[in-house]
């Protein structure tokens, strides 16, 4: 029996895309992320393959602090389908859950202190590699 996931064609880079952009994050934040050997045209090219290697995906999932099966298994047609379904004309959505799994102040507080590690490691990056041409120059 051919399970509903190998019907389905899920395309793995641009999931990477739509979960990056969700993020707010720029191809750019997201090559520093994964290494020297990573720069914004790679990214784009990365984004546009359909299936990304295990090894790699781990790594980005890593980058993005997502699951990697959120970019293996997330089908946006069946996203909108389910909400198309659920939400018809005059009706409301409502969804009791006493049990809430997170908090969305905690996550945004969270993307925001990575955010800021990102800009901090850059701007020391950047002084040491202003020291580095000081001491050139001054030789």
């Not at 707010?24 to 997201?30: E, R, S, Y």
Request: proline share 3%; net charge negative; glycine share 4%.
């Amino acid at each position: 029996m051919i399970s509903d996931t190998q019907h389905r064609k899920i395309h793995q880079g641009r999931n990477v895309k739509r979960f990056r952009e969700m993020l707010g994050m720029k191809q750019n934040a997201l090559a520093y992320e994964l290494g020297e050997d990573w720069n914004q045209q790679r990214i784009s090219l990365l984004e546009q393959k359909e299936v990304i290697e295990a090894p790699l995906l781990s790594q980005i999932s890593e980058a993005l602090h997502i699951p990697v099966e959120a970019i293996q298994n997330f089908d946006e047609e069946q996203a909108v389908n389910i909400i198309a379904n659920t939400f018809g004309d005059y009706s409301v959505g409502y969804q009791k859950n006493d049990n809430p799994v997170f908090n969305p102040v905690d996550q945004i507080l969270k993307l925001h202190e990575e955010k800021i590690a990102l800009y901090e490691r850059m701007l020391k990056e950047k002084d040491e590699m202003m020291a580095r041409l000081e001491r050139l120059i001054g030789k």
